[in-house]
C-alpha cells in the first residue's frame, strides 16, 4: 500500500517544527513508518540549492529565479526521495510543499498562480499531499514569536510581504479539500488536538 504524503504549511513562527514531531510520534503509534523531511532541501542537491536560496546575497534575487530554484530542489526532492518513499509503503511529513511557492512566490512576489501550477504539474505531477495541515496565525503574533530569531533572507521581509503570503495561503486552505486549517494562535495542546484530529481523518 502507497504511503500517506502529509505536508506542514503556515508562515514563519507558527509552530511547524514542533508540530512536525508530534505528527511523526502519532503515526507512528499507528504502526507506520515515517520519513520526515522538509523543503527547500530533503536531498544533498536540494539542500544546497536551499543554501543559495536562503543566504543573502549582493545582487538582488529576482522572483522568478527564487521561484525556479524551489522548483529545481523540489524536483530533485520528489523524484529520489518522496515518490519511492511513498511507493515503498512509508508515509512523508514534509515541512512546506507546493503551498508555500504559491503564497511566498505567489501570494508574495507576485508571480502568477498559472506559471506555478505549471511547474508544479512540471515536476511533480502525479505527487500531491494527501493531507496539508496549515497552521495559521496573524503577521503581528508570527513577528512577535520570531523577533529574537536569526531570520534568512526571505524571513527578512516586512509584514506587508507576509500578510500577502497569509492571504495566498488562506485562499489556498478555502479552494483544497486536502487542506486543514489550524488556528495556531491557541495552546500547544489545543494545536496537537487538532493535529490529531486531522490526522484520524486520513484512515477514513
Ligand atoms: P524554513 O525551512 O525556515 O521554513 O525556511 C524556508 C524559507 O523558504 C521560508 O522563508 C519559506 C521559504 N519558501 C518559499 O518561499 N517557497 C517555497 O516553495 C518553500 C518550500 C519555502
Not at 536551499?50 to 530554484?69: F, G, M, N
Not at 529574537?148 to 483544497?176: G, M, P, T
Request: proline letters at 2%; a negative charge.
Amino acid at each position: 500500500m502507497r504511503g500517506r504524503f502529509i505536508t506542514v504549511e503556515g508562515i514563519e513562527g507558527v509552530g511547524k517544527s514542533t508540530i512536525v514531531p508530534f505528527v511523526q510520534q502519532k503515526l507512528e503509534a499507528e504502526g507506520r513508518i515515517v520519513h520526515v523531511t522538509r523543503e527547500p532541501g530533503g536531498t544533498k542537491l536540494a539542500e544546497a540549492v536551499r543554501d543559495l536560496l536562503l543566504s543573502d546575497w549582493a545582487e538582488t534575487i529576482l522572483p522568478q529565479t527564487e521561484l525556479l530554484l524551489m522548483f529545481a530542489s523540489r524536483a530533485q526532492h520528489v523524484s529520489t526521495v518522496i515518490e519511492p518513499t511513498l511507493q515503498a509503503g512509508t508515509d512523508v511529513v514534509c515541512e512546506r510543499f507546493t503551498d508555500a511557492s504559491m503564497a511566498y512566490q505567489g501570494g508574495g512576489r507576485g508571480i502568477e498562480d498559472s506559471f506555478i501550477e505549471s511547474l508544479a504539474q512540471l515536476t511533480h505531477g502525479e505527487t500531491s499531499p494527501d493531507l496539508t495541515l496549515y497552521l495559521d496565525l496573524d503577521v503581528e503574533e508570527s513577528s512577535f514569536r520570531t523577533q529574537n530569531r536569526r531570520k534568512d533572507r526571505i524571513e527578512q521581509e516586512d509584514l506587508d510581504f507576509f500578510q500577502r503570503v497569509r492571504n495566498a495561503y488562506r485562499k489556498l486552505a478555502s479552494k483544497h479539500q486536502r487542506i486543514v486549517t489550524i488556528d495556531a494562535s491557541r495552546s500547544l495542546q489545543e494545536v496537537e488536538s487538532s493535529v490529531a484530529t486531522a490526522l484520524a481523518g486520513l484512515n477514513k
